[in-house]
């Protein structure tokens, strides 16, 4: 880091890099809930080597004595060389239906450049009154390569698929605060945001008379664009006391989902949101030994470009995946409260934490398991794919009715002249998935309890010792 100017000017700068190689075997043994005399076993051995890049940079300027200037920059780059060796074999009744030997290598690289800049201005003597712009950007280039070959006892793969990913999005948020009164402030801010995407996938079959991967297979292949506009305004009021700081505000936003396919037939898809974003705070410290906080927030996510992107994935020829162009946007709900309390006499602590979400119109999966060997059209695809029988397809689809609750307590407290401290927790957890196994709409249940203990000392300057569980 460094400063000039009369230290009106500060640049500060961190890089960091590291490499992974990582290695994986698993064995998967699965029962069918529509049918509990189909098994399907898996074994696979997996591995990759991945290297990571990072840059940041912060610029800080005070360019008079109410206009301050702050542009943070950041570049990434990764690279990743993956390989997998799978063997699968699905039976009923003891009869194999099918079996499956792949072997699959990839290598992908994505450069990932990007920044923020805030511009600020105070108005006028009083207090409180500013006027504030933030511009946001990013850009991320992806290229990938895969190879495939696959033995089965109906069809034999040799593949090449190349794969091409550009996507970016640019932001702007302009905020207006306004004093009220001695302890109240009134925001008024507009937003904007565009965020193109674009994905270009090319699956080859090998020709042995030339020997080169030379046939465009057009249901493995696609191009799709994807482009996510989005604007709105929204006003807030904020209450600031010594012990207690309230916020309540709303926004209107609208959005709009265009995709266009033009590869391997056109396929436009458009869908415009309305939405209404409510979002609360609230901060209560009657003392400096406790404090209590809730928040209250309103999001919304739009589909990934590979969710929506209709190319089949089959890197595990029995296990297809595939994107759907007609997703729609999800809107979520998150409450998280917080409750802290010390002692600094004792030095003892305590935290507790209750956080819930809920997601309307989650992006979640519907899966066709085939019970014989068929064809199937996926939603909004526009060619048909073959299917073994047990094999399965699954496709992102919009469902309801996705929560999840989380409650954690730690408490803190040192022994024997503070020499050794001792903290426990306890945790719990509950979520609700929704999914679609052929026409049936299942939800995956999830409830955990998670609990430790740690113990820490510092007995000397020349031992210590941590003990957990």
Do not use: C
């Amino acid at each position: 880091s460094n400063s000039w100017n009369k230290k009106k000017t500060e640049l500060t700068g961190s890089y960091f890099f590291n490499r992974s190689n990582n290695a994986l075997s698993s064995s998967t043994n699965r029962q069918f809930a529509n049918s509990a005399n189909t098994l399907y076993r898996e074994n696979s051995t997996s591995g990759s080597i991945n290297y990571n890049h990072r840059a940041n940079f912060r610029f800080e300027h005070q360019l008079d004595s109410a206009t301050s200037l702050l542009f943070r920059p950041r570049l990434s780059w990764q690279q990743n060389n993956a390989n997998k060796i799978l063997q699968g074999v699905t039976s009923s009744n003891g009869t194999m239906l099918n079996n499956l030997n792949t072997l699959y290598n990839s290598d992908n690289r994505g450069i990932n450049p990007g920044g923020d800049l805030l511009l600020r201005r105070r108005l006028g003597k009083r207090a409180g009154r500013t006027i504030s712009l933030n511009i946001t950007g990013s850009y991320t280039d992806r290229t990938g390569t895969s190879l495939l070959r696959t033995t089965s006892a109906t069809t034999n793969l040799n593949q090449q698929a190349l794969l091409n990913q550009h996507s970016g999005s640019i932001g702007t948020n302009l905020a207006y605060t306004e004093p009220v009164g001695q302890h109240a402030q009134l925001q008024a801010n507009y937003s904007l945001s565009y965020a193109p995407n674009n994905s270009n996938k090319r699956t080859y079959n090998f020709q042995a008379a030339d020997q080169q991967y030379s046939r465009l297979d057009t249901a493995l292949s696609n191009v799709f664009d994807n482009h996510y506009f989005t604007q709105g305004g929204g006003l807030s009021y904020r209450y600031n006391t010594r012990t207690l700081q309230l916020s309540v505000g709303v926004s209107g936003q609208v959005a709009q989902l265009r995709g266009d396919q033009t590869f391997p037939v056109n396929g436009p898809v458009n869908y415009t949101f309305w939405n209404v974003l409510p979002q609360a705070m609230l901060m209560f410290r009657p003392d400096r030994q406790h404090n209590i906080r809730v928040f209250y927030r309103t999001n919304t996510s739009a589909p990934s470009i590979n969710q929506l992107q209709a190319v089949v994935n089959n890197s595990n020829p029995l296990q297809l995946t595939i994107g759907n162009p007609g997703l729609r946007q999800e809107y979520q709900h998150n409450l998280v409260a917080r409750y802290t309390a010390s002692n600094p006499e004792k030095s003892g602590s305590f935290f507790a934490l209750l956080s819930g979400s809920y997601t309307q119109d989650p992006i979640s999966n519907r899966t066709i398991v085939a019970a014989r060997d068929t064809t199937f059209v996926p939603t909004n695809a526009s060619e048909a794919i073959r299917l073994p029988a047990a094999g399965q397809l699954t496709q992102s689809v919009n469902l309801q009715q996705e929560y999840s609750v989380r409650a954690l307590a730690n408490y803190g407290q040192p022994f024997f002249n503070k020499k050794l401290n001792a903290n426990a927790s306890l945790g719990g957890s509950y979520s609700q998935t929704p999914g679609l196994v052929n026409q049936g709409l299942n939800y995956a249940r999830t409830p955990a309890l998670t609990g430790g203990l740690t113990l820490s000392s510092n007995i000397s300057e020349r031992l210590d010792f941590t003990l957990s569980s």
